[in-house]
């Protein structure tokens, strides 16, 4: 009894909520914002639905039973009901299909990007080549930064443990960045959930995605492609600054 009730204590918890969220989170762009309000549209139609039938279910189980002497129906042919059947759920898919073919079209639209990165995924790290227009471009990989000696337990975990990087991808904030993802060995997947991205990277392929981030900060993300052995050991991290802060590391870079 006391094991059963340390569990049931743990799990309503506020840590155990916050470590276990069951929705999905709207990020921080508005394609996010986009992408998740689809996603609750579709997902409050279906608990509706769900409550009807199930409503009725088990009110025809609960108070049309046999032993209180109903006896069942027999129809068939029955014009108004195959109409309704037929035009309801044709209905509720227009309902559905009209937001998502919008969120759709705006996810793959990369027109109009001011800033073009390419990203190559390797075994096991990532490599970032800024595009210039005038042939400038840059190049640099992109490793895990966390310790072997906290993969191996010698030392205490940092709280970014296999997050960090020796070099993030710089992004400057309200820009439109257009993503090219490929890969030059196997196949990984370039994943940034707050940013709303999320691309496979395969070998002879680019693959586009594009990105505006509204706000300055440090996102973070992983790649979800089962790719070998080090698969969890290539991390990204996405350092979002401001227009000035960019130009000055863009020039740096190319000083370098």
């Known amino acids: 009894m006391r094991l059963l009730a340390a569990m049931l204590a743990f799990a309503l918890s506020t840590v155990a909520f916050a470590q276990n969220q069951l929705n999905m989170s709207p990020g921080a762009t508005d394609i996010g914002?986009?992408?998740y309000d689809l996603h609750m549209l579709?997902?409050?139609?279906?608990i509706i639905i769900g409550l009807l039938v199930f409503g009725v279910m088990f009110y025809s189980i609960i108070f049309h039973r046999h032993d209180k002497g109903y006896k069942p129906s027999h129809f068939h042919e029955h014009t108004g009901v195959e109409i309704a059947w037929t035009v309801?759920?044709?209905?509720?898919?227009?309902?559905?299909?009209?937001p998502a073919t919008s969120?759709?079209?705006?996810?793959?639209?990369?027109?109009?990007?001011e800033i073009d990165i390419l990203i190559t995924g390797y075994q096991w790290k990532w490599?970032?080549?800024y595009l210039d227009s005038e042939g400038e471009n840059i190049s640099f990989f992109s490793n895990l930064a966390t310790a072997q000696e906290e993969i191996y337990n010698t030392v205490e975990k940092e709280s970014d443990y296999l997050l960090d990087v020796d070099e993030a991808m710089v992004i400057p904030e309200n820009?439109?960045?257009?993503?090219?993802?490929?890969?030059n060995d196997?196949?990984?997947?370039?994943?940034?959930?707050?940013?709303?991205?999320?691309?496979?990277?395969?070998?002879g392929f680019i693959n586009e995605a594009w990105t505006k981030v509204p706000n300055q900060g440090i996102y973070r993300g992983q790649c979800t492609e089962l790719c070998g052995a080090y698969h969890g050991f290539m991390p990204i991290e996405v350092h979002v600054v401001s227009q000035e802060e960019y130009d000055a590391w863009k020039a740096s870079k190319k000083g370098a």
């Open 33 to 35: 914002t986009d992408i």
């Open 42 to 46: 579709i997902l409050w139609i279906c």
């Open 88 to 98: 309801v759920p044709f209905l509720i898919l227009i309902g559905m299909a009209v």
């Open 103 to 113: 969120t759709l079209l705006d996810i793959y639209d990369t027109e109009d990007a």
């Open 127 to 129: 490599k970032y080549e």
């Open 175 to 183: 820009t439109k960045v257009r993503l090219l993802v490929t890969a």
């Open 186 to 203: 196997v196949i990984h997947s370039w994943w940034v959930p707050e940013i709303s991205v999320k691309r496979d990277a395969i070998p």
